[in-house]
Nanobody
Framework: QVQLLESGGGLVQTGGSLRLSCEASGSIFRGNVMGWYRRPPGKQRELVAAITSGGSSNYADSVKGRFTISRDNAKNTVYLQMNSLKPEDTAVYYC????????WGQGTQVTVSS
């Protein structure tokens, strides 16, 4: 039963790219603003990108110009294209609604080596 399934993480060198995917249950995804969050080691979870059902997006300053969020409403899936990765991008990445998070998925680990 799909709830929040994040995938696409991995180990990459500084300057590399990764594309994350998140399939969500319809009750979470449909019509809602969806976001990508991350939890760096020893730090709190933070929102890094968000996208409305219509495709308007916003980004944290730390990732602006490097990350691109997108969504496929037919597939209940949200994506995060991450380019020019830096060691400080190392974190577990999660997707979820922006307004309300009833539960969390397991996330996907992104590790950027220097």
């Amino acid at each position: 039963q799909v709830q929040l399934l994040e995938s696409g993480g991995g180990l990459v060198q500084t300057g590399g790219s990764l594309r994350l995917s998140c399939e969500a249950s319809g009750s979470i995804f449909r019509g809602n603003v969806m976001g990508w969050y991350r939890r760096p080691p020893g730090k709190q979870r933070e929102l890094v990108a968000a996208i409305t059902s219509g495709g308007s997006s916003n980004y944290a300053d730390s990732v602006k110009g490097r990350f691109t969020i997108s969504r496929d409403n037919a597939k209940n899936t949200v994506y995060l294209q991450m380019n020019s990765l830096k060691p400080e991008d190392t974190a577990v990445y999660y997707c979820n609604r922006v307004d309300y998070q009833p539960y969390w998925g397991q996330g996907t680990q992104v590790t950027v080596s220097s």
